[in-house]
């Protein structure tokens, strides 16, 4: 995808396969949305190739729409609407929707429904958005941020509701720029930077090949073991060592300890989040540019 001079998406290749969370993940600018218009079919890609539950976003648009759904981050609704009429409405395009009234239920609209679309509050804007991507009966479901602006339990619905999807066998794509939601949610990630990918994987895989990155030693007070790590004693006994851990890290400093003389009663690690993986991909790569 080009803008102009800009090149927006750079040669991604990525699957989603049947009854999966797929996250994608990247700072604003990364390609992200450009992506998403190729595959929804809103806009033809400048060159590769594109093909969703097998046809061609563009070709075969009218083909493909039925069995989408799509959560905008804003706009496409009524303002004048209320929000069960718009429900009513998307829910009338298709030949096997779900109950409104259940969705409107679910994701606790109730007291919404007689409210018109501009007068709703972000959260509930967001809700409504959910639902309205829901219920066609799509086989995927295209959510971009699809908890911004929402409380914690409505947060947690929409978690419960993804969840339920794949499930079901529904495909997932999601945008999100909570890194604790993708990690709890996707079962892979693809991280984009200037438009191309720049990791990809399962959450799990991706934080177990980024290693350990704090050990925390509990020993005699008082220790200077000789390791080529940071170490902070913040209380007595309580040991931090901080950087790239692997195991034969590990076991060197607990070596050092044992040359210390010291009684080590306990070893806790802390694992890399995927936090720490987009920071260290995106972030913190752009810095050192």
Not at 34 to 60: N, T, W
Not at 166 to 183: I, N, P, Q, Y
Not at 257 to 279: I, K, P, W
Request: contains cysteine; charged residues 20%; proline residues 4%.
């Amino acid at each position: 995808m080009r803008y102009g001079a800009t090149t927006a998406v750079d040669g991604v290749s990525l699957t989603v396969p049947r009854g999966r969370v797929l996250a994608l993940l990247g700072h604003n600018g990364a390609g992200k949305t450009s992506l998403l218009q190729v595959c929804e079919g809103f806009r033809p890609a400048d060159g590769g190739e594109c093909r969703v539950l097998g046809l061609d976003p563009i070709g075969e648009h009218d083909a493909l729409m039925p069995r989408l759904g799509i959560m905008l981050q804003s706009g496409g609704m009524y303002p004048w609407a209320t929000a069960g009429e718009l429900l009513q409405l998307f829910a009338s395009f298709s030949a096997n929707p779900i109950n409104p009234e259940m969705l409107i239920e679910r994701l606790g609209l109730q007291k919404s429904a007689k409210t018109r679309y501009r007068r709703l509050s972000g959260g509930e804007q967001q809700r409504l958005s959910l639902a309205v991507a829901l219920v066609g009966r799509p086989e995927l479901v295209f959510l971009d941020e699809p908890t911004a602006g929402m409380d914690t339990e409505a947060r947690h619905t929409t978690w419960q509701l993804i969840e339920e999807l794949r499930a079901d066998g529904v495909s997932v794509l999601l945008t999100t720029h909570l890194l604790d939601e993708a990690e709890r949610l996707a079962d892979d990630v693809v991280i984009m930077r200037e438009g191309r990918v720049a990791a990809t994987g399962a959450p799990a895989a991706l934080t177990a090949a980024a290693g350990i990155d704090l050990l925390e030693v509990r020993a005699d007070a008082g220790l200077k073991p000789d390791v080529p790590f940071k170490v902070t004693e913040a209380t007595p006994g309580e040991y931090a060592i901080a950087g790239a851990l692997d195991a034969a890290a590990i076991a060197e400093v607990l070596a050092c300890f044992a040359r210390a003389g010291a009684q080590v009663t306990a070893v806790n690690t802390r694992r890399r989040t995927l936090e720490d993986v987009y920071l260290a991909l995106t972030v913190k790569a752009g810095a050192h540019r």
